[in-house]
């Protein structure tokens, strides 16, 4: 499966940004879709996932009830809303896609088979 992201961009803190991540190639139904993130410096870390079917979500503590993972299948898009964003959300933002993941790896960046080639977020404080 392909994946392309986009939406990233320069926000002040406290504002918001949408990043969509959209499919190609195959049945993106069939793949649990994660977010994650790399910052200068630093390693890729996990920040939300979403089941295949959409029914289950999970997040990093670090977003939890600021970001919000969804998908629509029918559109072949994995969509992260981001509010109250603070300048340490500052990253490059990629999606992934693997198959029907166990719930041990659904937050492990290695276990991802397929990577969109990123999108920058850029919060100023």
């Known amino acids: 499966v392909q994946l392309q992201a986009s939406g990233g961009g320069l926000v002040q803190a406290g504002g918001s940004l949408r990043l969509s991540c959209v499919a190609s190639g195959r049945t993106f139904r069939n793949y649990d879709m994660g977010w994650f993130r790399q910052a200068p410096g630093k390693e890729r870390e996990f920040v939300a996932a979403?089941?295949?079917?959409?029914?289950?979500?999970y997040y990093a503590e670090s977003v939890k009830g600021r970001f919000a993972i969804s998908r629509d299948n029918a559109k072949n898009t994995l969509i992260l809303q981001m509010n109250s964003l603070l300048p340490e959300d500052t990253a490059v933002y990629y999606c992934a896609a693997n198959s029907r993941l166990a719930l041990s790896a659904i937050r492990t960046t290695t276990m991802y088979n397929y990577w969109g080639q990123g999108t920058q977020v850029t919060v100023s404080s």
């Open positions: 979403i089941r295949w079917s959409g029914g289950h979500s």
